[in-house]
Nanobody, 116 residues
Framework: QVQLAESGGGLVQPGGSLRLSCAAS????????MGWYRQAPGKGLEWVSL????????NYADAVKGRFTISTDNAKNTLYLQMNSLKPEDTANYYC?????????WGQGTQVTVSS
């Protein structure tokens, strides 16, 4: 049973764009703060962005600020991450989860590779 299902990743050239989606179960999406995380091979987990579903407040890691935009479609229990001006250092497996994350809820993630 998939509780969080990330999609939309792929191979893109530097400067390109991708839009990631996260389909969440109703119970998980009932949490007021959802976010995106990423993990590069051999690296630790990095928080990327969050959104407060109640008031729309968003926050971003410094590394992605000004380039990424988080949003949500509450009716569809879906979280999005619009990624623009992608850089090679954005290469990672991207995950969605609550913020703070619940280790029980990790999905398989979606791979983003930025390379020329």
């Amino acid at each position: 049973q998939v509780q969080l299902a990330e999609s939309g990743g792929g191979l893109v050239q530097p400067g390109g764009s991708l839009r990631l989606s996260c389909a969440a179960s109703r119970s998980i999406f009932s949490r007021n703060v959802m976010g995106w995380y990423r993990q590069a091979p051999g690296k630790g987990l990095e928080w990327v962005s969050l959104i407060n579903r109640d008031d729309g407040t968003t926050n971003y890691a410094d590394a992605v600020k000004g380039r990424f935009t988080i949003s949500t479609d509450n009716a569809k229990n879906t979280l999005y991450l619009q990624m623009n001006s992608l850089k090679p250092e954005d290469t990672a497996n991207y995950y969605c989860n609550t913020v703070p994350f619940d280790a029980r809820n990790w999905g398989q993630g979606t791979q983003v590779t930025v390379s020329s």
